[in-house]
């Protein structure tokens, strides 16, 4: 079984910069692939970043590219998605997710494990 727990989220202006990171336990064949997604208030949950922790290829949406950066530390057994130029429409609850197989293939599908979440809040 794979556990996830997110942290790092909070409240920033436009423009600022966070840090979440997601800590795993379980084994690491398991969560080869890890994402970061998130959810808006009446929107559908979406894709943001994802890593496969093997190669370490990334992958991330195109309202992302440039300002967020997916990481992982496999000493620590945690993954982080640094986020940078933040902006209001950036606001959501961020989730992570692993799953044991990364394809390549869609980046953002079939994830069996995740976590609870992290509220981002971009206001001025």
């Known amino acids: 079984q794979v556990q996830l727990v997110e942290s790092g989220g909070g409240s920033v202006q436009p423009g600022g910069s966070l840090r979440l990171s997601c800590a795993a336990s379980?084994?690491?064949?398991?969560?080869?692939?890890m994402g970061w997604f998130r959810q808006a208030p009446g929107k559908e949950r979406e894709g943001v970043a994802a890593i496969c922790t093997a190669g370490s290829s990334t992958y991330y949406a195109d309202s992302v590219k440039g300002r967020f950066t997916i990481s992982q530390d496999n000493a620590k057994n945690t993954m982080y998605l640094q986020m940078n130029s933040l902006k209001p429409e950036d606001t959501a609850m961020y989730f992570c997710?692993?799953?044991?197989?990364?394809?390549?293939?869609?980046?953002?599908?079939?994830?069996?494990?995740w976590g609870q979440g992290t509220q981002v809040t971009v206001s001025s």
């Open positions: 379980g084994y690491p064949y398991m969560r080869r692939l």
């Open positions: 997710a692993a799953d044991p197989f990364c394809s390549g293939g869609n980046w953002f599908a079939g994830y069996n494990y």
